[in-house]
């Protein structure tokens, strides 16, 4: 089945470094979103981009979307250390009614 | 506004038990469903319900079975525990499954479930 790929899988910045963190796709799809999870709870919705947007910005949240390469890219501006968590990316296929979630990146801000 | 809410938050089963693991939705959404996390593997869709009276068969669906008797409830039952089904259960509902916006999850607080 499709999935997102997040690379890197682990990330350690310290506080005020930008995150950059990467997804990348197999099929088309129709949008992408991106959710953090902090340790020991739910999935929250970050952002969400449909496919014919190419940037899209929610306050330090920064995501771009490249359909002819199958990826896109999460950037958090002025880390914090309430940043901390996991972000998985999650795609919804054109072909398909289901959201496929990616494995992760684990973000480390450090003060 | 609880958003979902799932119950128990902890359990811990011996092989061959059964139980039930319940998912309850205030926002009227329409599509729920059941993942399970297991470390290095991200989120896997067990089953999900597109509405009332309805559930599908989603990624890994052996040794589950769910029921959505009402709208704003979603059970996923394990009729015999394996050791294999350790892991974090949560639930998730949305408005509707089409590609557009209104397909934005919102999940519960999850359930970490151990079977010995």
């Known amino acids: 089945s499709q999935q997102g790929e997040e690379d890197p899988q682990a990330l350690s910045i310290q506080e005020g470094e930008n995150a950059t963190m990467n997804c990348s796709y197999k099929t088309s799809i129709n949008n992408l979103q991106w959710y953090r999870q902090n340790s020991g709870r739910g999935l929250v919705h970050l952002i969400l981009?449909?496919?014919?947007?190419r940037e899209k910005h929610s306050g330090r949240l920064r995501v771009t979307l490249d359909t002819s390469k199958k990826s896109s890219s999460l950037l958090i501006t002025a880390s914090r250390a309430a940043d901390t968590a996991s972000y998985f990316c999650?795609?919804?296929?054109?072909?398909?009614?289901?959201?496929?979630f990616g494995t992760g990146t684990r973000l480390q801000v450090t003060l | 506004n609880a958003g979902v809410t799932q119950t128990p938050k902890f359990r811990v089963l011996k092989t061959g038990q059964s139980m039930t693991l319940l998912c309850a939705q205030d926002m009227n959404h329409e599509y729920m469903y059941w993942y399970r996390q297991d470390p290095g593997m991200g989120l896997r869709l067990i089953h999900y319900s597109v509405g009332e009276g309805t559930t599908a068969k989603g990624e890994v669906p052996d040794g589950y079975n769910v029921s959505r008797l009402k709208k704003q409830n979603f059970l996923l039952g394990l009729e015999s525990a394996a050791p294999s089904q350790t892991s974090v259960y949560f639930c998730?509902?949305?408005?509707?499954?089409?590609?557009?916006?209104?397909?934005?999850?919102?999940f519960g607080a999850g359930t970490r479930l151990s079977v010995l």
């Open positions: 998730a509902s949305s408005y509707s499954a089409t590609g557009l916006a209104k397909n934005i999850q919102y």
């Open positions: 981009i449909r496919s014919n947007e």
């Open positions: 999650a795609t919804w296929p054109a072909t398909a009614s289901k959201l496929t």
